[in-house]
């Protein structure tokens, strides 16, 4: 199947990369948010990562004003009705998720694929919600979209071979690599990677260590580019819990008990770097542990 035109909904900080990586890979973008300061703010930063990649000689800057010129936004979801593919990168949370699909399946001509780049949610529940379980699947990017390679393309229990093949071959033109995983809670990456992080805020949270310890511990002790605490952070607090509690529900274990600690985080507003706080505090010239 021949895809042309994608549109995303949720410009936050996957939706952003998404719309970065498919315009400068050729897609035409439709760029879709509830509020309009995100899509602004995302168009910037569109603009801004792009700009990066000409000063270091990545891309040219014709490279550059085409794919600026390929991404429309817009605030309007019945306009996505005439993309190809779709991905639904919004916020980490079921009712919403299916509130998107159940408002976009009007509008949707018959031959669309439906995606959704949720970290943990059902794919097979998703899908089910919809008019077209076949042509649905996880098309699960990782952060920052621009730099990082895989992306994760997990089937639900209806998916047909057609939807598979049509993404993988979006995965290969955008240069990435796909890893196929199987349709259970938070799939293959967050399964492995958020139940670290919950216990770095666990080591956090029991005085094993401080934030500064915890994150140069595993830094220079284990190799991780980041510290589990700085990319919990990074990634956004609440979508740690969202998928902590994803699994924690769908695996019926307690090894997945969100920590505590992260709940109190959450439930302060202090999400990480998109609210300026959490594990660290991001509103001086650098980031100083709150604990
Ligand atoms: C939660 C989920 O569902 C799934 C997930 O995504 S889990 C999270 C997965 N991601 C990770 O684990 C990220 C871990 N961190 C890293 O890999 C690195 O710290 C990092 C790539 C983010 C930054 O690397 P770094 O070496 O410290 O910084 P820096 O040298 O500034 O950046 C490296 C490159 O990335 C680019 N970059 C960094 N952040 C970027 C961003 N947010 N957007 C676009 N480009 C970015 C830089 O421009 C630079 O590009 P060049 O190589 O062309 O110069
Ligand atoms: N953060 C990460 O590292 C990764 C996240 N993901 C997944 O990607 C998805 C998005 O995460 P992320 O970008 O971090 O989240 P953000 O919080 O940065 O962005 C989510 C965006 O979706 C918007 N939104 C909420 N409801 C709707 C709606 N009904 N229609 C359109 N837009 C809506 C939000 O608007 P408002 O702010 O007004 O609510 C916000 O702008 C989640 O499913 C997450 O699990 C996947 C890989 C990595």
């Known amino acids: 199947m021949d895809i042309q035109k994608v549109g995303i909904i949720g410009a936050g900080q996957m939706g952003n990369g998404i719309a970065h990586v498919m315009a400068l890979a050729g897609y035409d973008v439709l760029l879709n948010d509830v509020n309009k300061d995100a899509l602004d703010a995302a168009v910037a930063l569109i603009d801004k990562n792009l700009e990066r990649q000409v000063s270091r000689d990545k891309i040219s800057a014709e490279d ?21 593919l779709i991905i639904e990168a919004a916020t980490e949370n079921e009712p919403v998720k299916h509130k998107i699909f159940e408002a976009l399946i009007p509008h949707v001509q018959p031959h669309t694929i439906l995606t959704s780049n949720t970290s943990s949610i059902s794919i097979t529940r998703l899908a089910s919600g919809t008019d077209r379980p076949e042509k649905f699947m996880g ?3 990782m952060n920052p979209v621009p730099v990082m ?16 093949s049509a993404c993988k071959a979006v995965v290969d033109r955008l ?3 796909s890893a196929s995983a ?36 595993m830094k220079l002790g284990a190799n991780h580019p980041m510290g589990p605490l700085e990319l919990a952070d990074f990634i956004g607090l609440d979508t740690c819990l969202a998928i902590m509690n994803v699994l924690h529900d769908g695996l019926a274990d307690t090894k997945y008990r969100p920590c505590p600690l992260l709940t109190k985080y959450v439930e302060a507003g202090w999400l990480g770097r998109k609210t300026q706080r959490g594990f660290y505090d991001y509103r001086g010239d650098t980031p100083v542990p709150t604990r």
């Not at 010129?69 to 309007?76: E, H, K, M, Y």
């Not at 390679?149 to 598979?164: H, W």
């Open 182 to 217: 199987e349709d259970f809670p938070a799939f293959i990456v967050n399964r492995i990677l958020m139940p670290m992080i919950n216990e770095a805020v666990y080591t956090l949270y029991e005085g094993v260590g401080n934030v500064k310890s915890i994150d140069s511990s």
């Open 149 to 164: 390679q895989l992306v994760e393309l997990i089937r639900g229990i209806a998916t047909d071979e057609p939807t598979f």
């Open 139 to 141: 098309f699960h990017f």
């Open 175 to 177: 240069g990435k690599t």
């Open 64 to 84: 550059k004003a085409a794919a600026v010129a390929r991404i429309t936004s817009t605030q309007d979801l019945p306009h996505l009705g005439t993309s190809d």
